[in-house]
């Protein structure tokens, strides 16, 4: 992963070339970001993805050969897989839970604004998720629309162990936002959320936010909070 000196690199995998020179212009207009590369389908974007070690993934879902959910399973076997951050048109429930837990750092839609893809790769280089939060009201329908009478084992337990701060973190990092987006709505320090958040991923044993995002869900938390 690039140091905070170094900028950004991102690699685009899309199958439409127009997009791809979008996606181009609008990274390679802000400071910090560089795009290294282009690929067409899934399976260049691994085989780009292998040689030229970009921090972020812009990857769409719907690409010929391998989708895009096939290839960030292919990435994440990586020994310093790269950030991805998933981009589609197609917004059914299903790609959503199958992005996250193919470990995706973010999910939008196409037709999000720049300034919003912008900051998903920003917060997918620093280890943060950003998941349009759109997108999470469908994901809350949908675990409302088929929650199970009886919980998985041990995810009840796992989240009891909170803090009533750092659930009320949860909460917020369920509902889409960053770790900066978060620290406005608490008023706190950035470092104070990144603090927080380290300690949830701990308790909750997963590796990452966008785990605990998906374990939120799973285990009824969220949806008991709402």
Same mark, same amino acid.
């Given at each position: 992963?690039?140091?905070?000196?170094?900028?950004?690199?991102?690699?685009?995998?899309?199958?439409?070339?127009?997009?791809?020179?979008?996606?181009?212009?609008?990274?390679?207009?802000?400071?910090?970001?560089?795009?290294?590369?282009?690929?067409?389908?899934?399976?260049?974007?691994?085989?780009?993805?292998?040689?030229?070690?970009?921090?972020?993934?812009?990857? #769409?879902?719907?690409?010929? $050969?391998? #989708?895009?959910?096939?290839?960030?399973?292919?990435?994440?076997?990586?020994?310093?897989?790269?950030?991805?951050?998933?981009?589609?048109?197609?917004?059914?429930?299903?790609?959503?839970?199958?992005?996250?837990?193919?470990?995706?750092?973010?999910?939008?839609?196409?037709?999000?604004?720049?300034?919003?893809?912008?900051?998903?790769?920003?917060?997918?280089?620093?280890?943060?998720?950003?998941?349009?939060?759109?997108?999470?009201?469908?994901?809350?329908?949908?675990?409302?629309?088929?929650?199970?009478?009886?919980?998985?084992?041990?995810?009840?337990?796992?989240?009891?162990?909170?803090?009533?701060?750092?659930?009320?973190?949860?909460?917020?990092?369920?509902?889409?936002?960053?770790?900066?987006?978060?620290?406005?709505?608490?008023?706190?320090?950035?470092?104070?959320? $990144?603090?927080?958040?380290?300690?949830?991923?701990?308790?909750?044993?997963?590796?990452?936010?966008?785990?605990?995002?998906?374990?939120?869900?799973?285990?009824?938390?969220?949806?008991?909070?709402?």
């Amino acid at each position: 992963m690039a140091e905070s000196s170094e900028p950004i690199r991102v690699l685009i995998a899309d199958d439409q070339q127009l997009l791809r020179a979008g996606f181009r212009v609008i990274l390679q207009s802000e400071p910090g970001i560089d795009v290294i590369g282009e690929a067409e389908d899934g399976v260049d974007a691994v085989a780009q993805a292998r040689s030229l070690r970009p921090d972020v993934v812009l990857m #769409d879902i719907r690409m010929p $050969k391998l #989708d895009g959910l096939a290839a960030t399973e292919h990435l994440m076997k990586l020994p310093d897989p790269p950030r991805v951050v998933m981009l589609t048109t197609f917004d059914e429930n299903e790609y959503v839970v199958r992005a996250l837990r193919a470990g995706a750092y973010g999910f939008l839609l196409k037709d999000a604004p720049a300034s919003r893809l912008v900051a998903a790769i920003r917060a997918a280089a620093a280890g943060d998720a950003l998941i349009e939060p759109s997108i999470t009201r469908r994901l809350v329908e949908q675990f409302v629309a088929r929650a199970p009478s009886a919980e998985p084992a041990g995810i009840p337990d796992a989240v009891a162990g909170l803090t009533e701060r750092e659930l009320e973190v949860l909460r917020l990092v369920a509902r889409g936002l960053s770790n900066a987006e978060i620290a406005r709505e608490l008023m706190v320090a950035e470092t104070t959320v $990144k603090t927080h958040v380290a300690r949830i991923l701990a308790k909750l044993g997963v590796r990452d936010r966008v785990r605990a995002v998906v374990l939120a869900y799973e285990s009824g938390f969220v949806i008991r909070s709402q």
